[in-house]
C-alpha cells in the first residue's frame, strides 16, 4: 500500500506511546482512531493530549495546530472494532507476549485486508508477531521513541517476511507525518533499545552499588557525552516496568546474563515507582 492510500490511522494502546503517536498523526492532518480497554485510560489520555498540545507549541513553534485542532482529529474509543476503517494500525500495548498475541489475533479480523500493522515495541520480535496474523508482509516494527510528536527518527523494523511495499508505504507515510524512518532487520531490541537497554541497567547497578548517586550519573552523561538526558533520567521517561520488560525478552532471546536485570530496577518496579507515569522512579514528579 502507498502512503497516499492511508487515510485513517488506528492506534492501540492510550498509555504514554499510543498518546504520543495519535498526537503526531493528528497534528499532521489524520482523521485518527485512539482504542484502549479502559475508559479512564481514555479520560487521561484526552487531557494528555490537551497538555502537551500546549506544551510542545512553544518547544516547536512551527507545530500550529492547538489542541481543539488535534483532538477534533482523534476518536477515543474502548470498541476495538472502531478500527475497521483503518488504513495503518500503530499498536502500543505493554511488553506482555499474551496481550500482544490476544490482540493481533482479534485485529487480524476486523482490520481490512490492506491494512498495514506497525508495532511499537521496546523489543519483541516482529518476525513473532507477523506470525500471529495472515499478513505477515504487512507487519512491520515502527520503534517510536518519545514523546512521539517532538522525535523526528523512528526506528523502522523489517521483519523476515515485511514486504518491500510496506516498509516503503511505513517510511513515505513517516515522512508525511514530518519523520525520518530508518530500517533496521528483525532482532530482539532492535539497535536502539539492546545498547540503551544495558546502559540504564548498568547504571541502575551503578546507582544500586553506591558509586554515584542519581543526579551525579545523569550529569555525567550529559556533560561528559553530549547526552540530552542521563540514563536515569531516560528510564523515568520510559518507565521503570517497561524498561524491565525490556530486559526480560532481551534475556530470554539471547540467552546472555548482560541482559539480567538489576535487583533495585525490579524492586522499584514491585514497589509501583514506574518513574514519570507513576510520580516517582529515581526522581520525584509529584
Not at 502507498?2 to 494502546?13: C, D, F, N
Not at 489542541?67 to 494500525?89: G, K, M, Y
Not at 548498568?202 to 561528559?224: M, N, Q, S, W, Y
Request: hydrophobic share 40%.
Amino acid at each position: 500500500m502507498t502512503s497516499e492510500l492511508v487515510q485513517h490511522i488506528g492506534v492501540i494502546g492510550a498509555g504514554t506511546m499510543g498518546v504520543g503517536v495519535s498526537h503526531l498523526f493528528a497534528q499532521a492532518g489524520f482523521p485518527v482512531t485512539l482504542t484502549d480497554i479502559s475508559n479512564a485510560a481514555l479520560d487521561v489520555a484526552r487531557k494528555k493530549i490537551a497538555r502537551n498540545a500546549m506544551t510542545y507549541r512553544m518547544l516547536r513553534p512551527e507545530q500550529t495546530a492547538g489542541p481543539e485542532e488535534i483532538l477534533s482529529r482523534i476518536h477515543l474509543t474502548t470498541d476495538v472494532n472502531a478500527l475497521q476503517n483503518s488504513d495503518f494500525v500503530v499498536e502500543n500495548a505493554t511488553e506482555d507476549w499474551g496481550i500482544k498475541e490476544e490482540i493481533y489475533r482479534e485485529i487480524d479480523g476486523i482490520c481490512p485486508s490492506h491494512c498495514i500493522f506497525g508495532v511499537n515495541t521496546s523489543a519483541i520480535s516482529i518476525t513473532r508477531v507477523a506470525a500471529l496474523t495472515l499478513r505477515p508482509g504487512q507487519v512491520v516494527g515502527t520503534h517510536f521513541m518519545n514523546p512521539a510528536p517532538l522525535k523526528r527518527v523512528v526506528e523502522v523494523i523489517r521483519g523476515f517476511h515485511t514486504s518491500e511495499e510496506t516498509l516503503k508505504g511505513t517510511r513515505d507515510l513517516l515522512s508525511r507525518a514530518g519523520n525520518e524512518g530508518i530500517v533496521v532487520n528483525d532482532s530482539a531490541g532492535f539497535v536502539t533499545n539492546r545498547v540503551m537497554m544495558l546502559t540504564v541497567n548498568e547504571a541502575v547497578c551503578l546507582l544500586e552499588e553506591g558509586v554515584a548517586t542519581a543526579p551525579e550519573i545523569d550529569r555525567l552523561f550529559k556533560d561528559c557525552f553530549g547526552h540530552t538526558m542521563g540514563p536515569l533520567e531516560t528510564c523515568d521517561l520510559i518507565g521503570l516496568d517497561t524498561v524491565l520488560y525490556s530486559l526480560d525478552v532481551l534475556y530470554d532471546s539471547f540467552n546472555d546474563p548482560k541482559y539480567r536485570p538489576s535487583q533495585l530496577l525490579k524492586k522499584m518496579v514491585y514497589a509501583g515507582q514506574h518513574g514519570q507515569k507513576s510520580g516517582s522512579g529515581f526522581y520525584s514528579y509529584c
